[in-house]
């Protein structure tokens, strides 16, 4: 029932084959993560957090001149 959900509203929102694979693919991927005890939770947060982190590492670096003794 959820898949069908999810379905209807990428569908909705752009039709496009690609975004129907991909959230298939998505919901795949944790159907078999669930299956093995595998915590979603931080898969998630890593997900949205990640590319911010990695531009604030970029900054810090920059300013730091590109030591990485500067995180110690």
């Known amino acids: 029932m959820i898949l ?8 909705g929102k752009r039709p ?3 975004d129907l ?3 298939s693919g998505i919901g795949l991927l944790v159907v078999v993560m669930r299956r093995f005890n595998f915590p979603t939770a931080p898969v998630v947060a ?3 957090l990640g590319p911010q982190a ?3 590492i970029r900054n810090a670096l920059s300013k730091g001149e ?3 003794r500067m995180f110690v």
Do not use: D, E
């Open 54 to 56: 990695k531009a604030q």
């Open 16 to 18: 496009a084959g690609f």
């Open 21 to 23: 694979v991909a959230t």
């Open 4 to 11: 069908l959900f999810a379905t209807v509203g990428v569908y």
């Open 66 to 68: 590109g030591k990485w």
């Open 46 to 48: 890593g997900t949205i």
